[in-house]
C-alpha cells in the first residue's frame, strides 16, 4: 500500500510540515525514520486553451508508462485553492513512490506551490507553460462548450495571466513554449523532449 508520505509508519501520525532530509523523512512524534523516493514532478502550465489537454493524451501514449500524466482540474472543486494544491502534491509524492515521475498538466504558477509544505517530497519540480497569442487564445475558448462556462470576463482574466506569465517566467524560473503555430504532434515532440532532457 501506498500511503500519505505525511503520516508515519510507525506511530500513524499525520505531520502538518515534513520533516525531510534528501530522501528521508523523520518523523516528529515518534523519531522513527524511513526512505522515500525523491523524484522530481513535471508541471505542464499556462493559461487555459494553450494546449495541455491536447497534449496530455499524446504524452501519456508516447511515454508509455516511463512517466504518470495527470489532469490536474479533475480534482478541481472551486473552494480552497491552496487545499487543492497541496492535494495534487501530496498525490504525485505518492505516485512517485511507484518509481514513475509525474507529469501535472494544469494552471500554475510557482509561488502557488513553492511555498507548499509538501514541496519537500520533491527532488525538483520543472515548470513548462505552454502560452499562446491573444487572438488564438481568445478563439479556442469562445470556442469550449457553453457547460466551461468561458465568458469574455473571464477569457480577459486569463489573457492578463498570459501576459504576466510570459514576463515573468525567467525570474520564476519556468521555461515556455508558444503552441500558436504549433501543430499537435510538433507541440509533443518540444514537450516529450523537455521531459526527457531532465527525467532522472
Not at 22 to 31: D, I, K
Request: charged share 25%; proline share 8%.
Amino acid at each position: 500500500m501506498v500511503l500519505d508520505l505525511r503520516i508515519c509508519p510507525a506511530c500513524g501520525d499525520r505531520a502538518d510540515r515534513p520533516v525531510v532530509s534528501g530522501s528521508t523523512l523523520e518523523c516528529v512524534r515518534c523519531g522513527h525514520a524511513w526512505p522515500f523516493r525523491k523524484l522530481p514532478l513535471f508541471a505542464l502550465t499556462g493559461p487555459s486553451g494553450a494546449g495541455k489537454s491536447t497534449l496530455g493524451p499524446l504524452l501519456a501514449a508516447r511515454f508509455g508508462g516511463e512517466v504518470v500524466v495527470l489532469e490536474q482540474d479533475v480534482l478541481w472543486t472551486g473552494e480552497d485553492v491552496e487545499g487543492f494544491r497541496a492535494t495534487w502534491l501530496r498525490m504525485a509524492a505518492m505516485l512517485h513512490q511507484n518509481g514513475r515521475p509525474v507529469v501535472l498538466c494544469g494552471t500554475v504558477a510557482p509561488p502557488e506551490f513553492e511555498p507548499l509544505p509538501e514541496r519537500a517530497f520533491f527532488s525538483d519540480v520543472h515548470y513548462l507553460a505552454l502560452v499562446s497569442s491573444p487572438e488564438s487564445l481568445r478563439k479556442r475558448l469562445r470556442a469550449r462548450p457553453a457547460w466551461r462556462e468561458w465568458d469574455e470576463p473571464r477569457i480577459e482574466e486569463m489573457l492578463e495571466f498570459t501576459e504576466w506569465l510570459r514576463k515573468s517566467a525567467p525570474e520564476l524560473g519556468v521555461d515556455v513554449f508558444d503552441t500558436t503555430e504549433a501543430s499537435p504532434e510538433a507541440a509533443a515532440d518540444h514537450v516529450e523532449k523537455w521531459i526527457r532532457a531532465r527525467l532522472p
